[in-house]
């Protein structure tokens, strides 16, 4: 490894930390860490779900205390007790999860995040010259709930910088970013950094952090397996460093496809949520022996196209939807389910599987009319036995079948219902974010998963947000915005800036026609 | 201002909060009644023996203990499974009149024809009566998404008019004397009294049996696995394609049929025919009972005695402590109070705030 501290070593650092523990009962989250953020320097954490990186931020900006290690903010050993303390210093953090209110306008949602009371005209000048200050565009004067996702993390950032940060913790903000929305918030990033703001950037995409970072701080297992200059590294490297092995690559060999298995024609919906979108007639066919993805942000209507397709919601034509040429619109979940529909929802927790139940409970869940319950009785010993098997195969860290599945980390938990799933042996298979929040190592087994049911003729049908993830595993894609779908071509066709584009509601960024599109594969 | 201390959530649900909840609630409880029996200006020692010790220092004693927890455990066992599944039935005091009703007019129209299957007949038809009367906020519930609170819970008072009617007009004894009352029901229309010299009867056996049907049908069948989903995570139960009508018209038919049943074999047993009021609040009670047996078909049976036996302890302080009868009350509702509050101990602890 290099030397990572070329710019900070000389002056004194923003922010030390030295030796940091932290102890949640048996599990060491933090095993005395190591980390100093210079003035100006864009600072990434790199690690893996569970790495320890969430807590170690909630420690810096006051949410929780260490056990024991030593902090310094600017040369001076201080301790951290509340989040308005770690403000009050000058730590500003952008969280994943938003905390906005749906209701409110701009400027009262900045408002209520604010510790100090200011006059709302006062404020409403603020927020426009900070916003136009460092290109992050934002009306305060606008209602929260026709913003897009982008903009509401726009909020979230304008709120931080309101307060002058000189610490800025970004928790994995791309997540739920256009390819253009990304370049725009770096470029904000590496204004903040030029005015001598030192950035935290939470993450475990390899390539914007060597995009973006200047040092890096690898976790691992709650330990620092080491620092890096992330421009100097390749992926490879970086990810060895995280996951503590080689990763292997997913691979797909060119198939034909088979009959369609599932097929959505002038698909319509209106949405339960009034902030929910619409479905404006989709058509798609996903044939066996294929991997369709649909891209989009978040709010585009995979809520309600999942629901449509997977039972949850019934669709007014029966045949909207066709499962393996049977007309299942007014059929409900399970009834699809007999017909070999198989579902990964994106909620693990509470949807995919029930919290306080064993994982043996909840593979009767789903597996119930595939041998778990006989003559209605659930098949215990069975259901145990089924769990198991699931744990074994797709290597699901867990205290065994009678874990709680609120006891696993959402990696596992994924691993599990997925595999869950795959064991029930599907015709068409439906993933949502098949690898969100999902570290590396189990992001690839489960990639690799849905790859093996193609090619062992499934119609898989997977919508995410990552790109790259859909580019890797996708023989077609599709994009979905504002409630409507773009044609699905071949993954070639398309290119990151096309599928950008179309994300935003502008379809003529897609490849004109299907024989362009064959052309071009 | 530095707040003192926090709740914490705990990394796992305590063990032993979850066995500890209920008698340090029971002990609470004691605390409370101590210090509000002092207040009235009774001496508590004495007022405990009166109401703890006393009714139970007889085999008629133990008898009448029996008798009240056996409507008491029918009721909350059947709440029970609705709980557990989310459908929130209070109106088990409604559907246990009506179930009464229904039996009690089985023995008296049919009594002399069924012989010795008027028994049956009677338990039969009660269990439908509280059936048909859970049905209502099931199926308004299904239809028109209505609360099932609010309906379960007016439905109680429709019922007992319905009863005040029948035994004020057309149900009333011609021989009675005027009094609001039916018939009698004929002699082998009433349960037996299972033990010389007290009123037991063999509904205790019914509802000890509905017990381990209750923990079997939640803990084995693929129906009770689905109410359980249901319950702990309804976008689950969604996902996996259980219905959720099918939830809510079993977990109300379930109770109500609980409910029904304990309503007839209390008019078949200790009362003998219909009049005005023929519980005291069993089925509102059997809320308290369901949830101080922590939904747990086990815990209800024990829940059940102790609720019995305020009901009795506060009979023998009105009697001879010239307490009112609104002191059981008051211990039922403060034993509700101290669970709930335990129960957040089990899955939360308190920390001093930090340094």
């Known amino acids: ?521 | 201002m530095p707040k003192l201390w926090r709740l914490e959530r705990r990394n796992a649900p305590s063990g032993l909060m979850r066995i500890a909840s209920a008698p340090l609630a029971a002990a609470l409880m004691l605390l409370t009644g101590f210090a509000a029996l002092s207040v009235l200006g009774k001496d508590p020692l004495a007022a405990f023996q009166v109401f703890f010790v006393e009714p139970f220092t007889s085999l008629y004693g133990i008898g009448e203990l029996l008798l009240k927890a056996t409507p008491l455990m029918l009721c909350a066992l059947g709440l029970a499974v609705g709980y557990r599944a989310n459908v929130w039935n209070i109106g088990a005091e409604g559907q246990l009149t009506i179930g009464a009703i229904a039996g009690a007019g089985v023995g008296l129209f049919g009594g002399a024809h069924l012989g010795s299957w008027a028994l049956p007949a009677m338990l039969v038809a009660g269990i439908l009566g509280g059936m048909a009367w859970a049905a209502i906020p099931a199926l308004l519930r299904t239809r028109f998404n209505t609360s099932e609170i609010f309906v379960s819970l007016m439905l109680v008072y429709i019922a007992q008019l319905f009863l005040s009617y029948l035994v004020h007009g057309p149900w009333r004894d011609p021989a009675g004397q005027n009094f609001p009352q039916s018939p009698p029901l004929p002699d082998n229309a009433l349960l037996p009294a299972l033990i010389e010299g007290t009123r037991v009867n063999g509904g205790l056996y019914l509802a000890l049996g509905l017990a381990a049907l209750s923990w079997w049908f939640g803990a084995k069948t693929a129906a009770g696995f689905r109410l359980r989903v249901g319950g702990l995570a309804p976008a689950a139960a969604a996902y996996a394609g259980f219905s959720a009508n099918a939830t809510v018209w079993l977990a109300l038919l379930i109770g109500g049929g609980a409910a029904g049943l304990a309503g007839i074999l209390e008019v078949a047993g200790p009362i003998g025919l219909l009049q005005p009021v023929i519980s005291p609040g069993y089925g509102f009670t059997a809320i308290i009972v369901a949830f101080v047996g922590r939904l747990h078909p086990a815990g209800i049976v024990f829940a059940s005695l102790l609720m019995s036996a305020l009901y009795l302890g506060g009979e023998s302080a009105q009697i001879e402590l010239q307490l009112p009868s609104s002191v059981s009350g008051v211990f039922q509702a403060s034993l509700l109070f101290f669970m709930l509050a335990a129960e957040l101990f089990i899955h939360f602890r308190v920390r001093g705030a930090r340094p």
């Not at chain 1, 009371?117 to 709930?145: N, T």
């Not at chain 1, 797909?252 to 479905?279: I, K």
Request: one cysteine or more; proline letters at 4%; a neutral charge.
């Open chain 1, 1 to 521: 490894m290099s030397d990572a501290f070329g710019v900070a070593a000389q002056a004194v650092p923003r922010l030390a930390l030295h030796g940091i523990t932290k102890r949640y009962g048996k599990l060491v989250a933090n095993d005395h860490i190591d980390l100093s953020v210079g003035a100006g320097e864009i600072h990434a954490l790199l690690g893996e779900n569970g790495a320890g990186k969430s807590t170690l931020m909630k420690i810096v900006y006051g949410v929780t205390s260490p056990d024991a290690g030593r902090i310094e903010w600017e040369g001076e050993a201080i301790s951290i007790a509340s989040p308005a303390q770690a403000r009050k210093l000058g730590i500003g953090m952008v969280f994943q999860h938003f905390s906005l209110f749906e209701t409110l306008t701009v400027a009262e949602n900045i408002a209520l995040g604010l510790d100090e009371r200011e006059p709302a005209p006062q404020l409403a000048a603020r927020i426009r010259e900070v916003s136009v200050r460092y290109g992050l565009p934002i009306d305060p004067a606008q209602l929260l709930h026709g913003m897009s996702v982008g903009e509401r993390q726009r909020v979230e950032i304008v709120r931080c910088l309101l307060q002058s940060p000189r610490l800025l913790i970004m928790d994995e903000p791309t997540s739920v970013l256009t390819p253009q929305a990304v370049r725009v918030l770096f470029e904000t990033l590496r204004r903040l950094a030029g005015e001598g703001v030192s950035i935290l950037y939470i993450s475990h995409k390899l390539d914007e952090i060597r995009e973006l970072c200047d040092t890096a701080t690898i976790l691992r297992g709650g330990k620092v397996t080491g620092n890096a200059v992330p421009r100097t590294e390749s992926n490879a490297s970086l990810a060895k460093l995280m996951v503590g092995g080689e990763l292997g690559e997913c691979r797909l060999t060119p198939r034909v496809p088979g009959e369609v298995r599932l097929a959505l024609a002038g698909l319509f919906s209106e949405p339960e949520d009034p902030f929910g979108s619409p479905l404006h007639g989709i058509d798609l066919d996903v044939r066996g022996g294929e991997i369709v993805g649909i891209a989009g942000v978040s709010g585009n209507g995979q809520r309600e196209l999942l629901a449509a397709i997977s039972g949850e919601a019934r669709t007014a034509a029966a045949g909207a939807v066709r499962l393996c040429g049977i007309a299942a619109g007014r059929l409900s979940a399970r009834a699809r389910r007999r017909l070999g529909l198989c579902f990964v929802p994106e909620e693990r927790l509470g949807r995919g599987a029930v919290p306080a139940m064993t994982l043996a409970d909840n593979s009767v869940l789903t597996g119930g009319d595939f041998g778990l319950v006989r003559h209605g009785i659930v098949q215990t010993r069975a259901a145990r036995e089924f769990a198991r098997a699931t744990i074994r195969r797709f290597a699901v860290k867990c205290g065994g079948d009678a874990a709680l599945a609120a006891s696993l980390s959402g990696g596992n938990l994924q691993k599990f219902i997925v595999g869950r799933e795959i064991r029930l042996q599907p015709k068409v298979m439906l993933v949502a974010q098949p690898t969100w929040g999902v570290d590396v190592g189990a992001a690839l087994v489960i990639r690799q998963a849905l790859i093996d049911l193609r090619d062992a003729g499934v119609a898989v049908l997977v919508l995410s947000e990552e790109l790259d993830e859909l580019f890797a595993i996708s023989d077609r894609i599709a994009v979905i915005a504002g409630g409507r779908l773009t044609a699905a071509l071949p993954s070639a066709a398309w290119s990151a800036e096309r599928v950008g584009l179309a994300m935003t509601g502008v379809f003529e960024a897609a490849p004109a026609s299907a024989g362009e599109a064959h052309a071009v594969a």
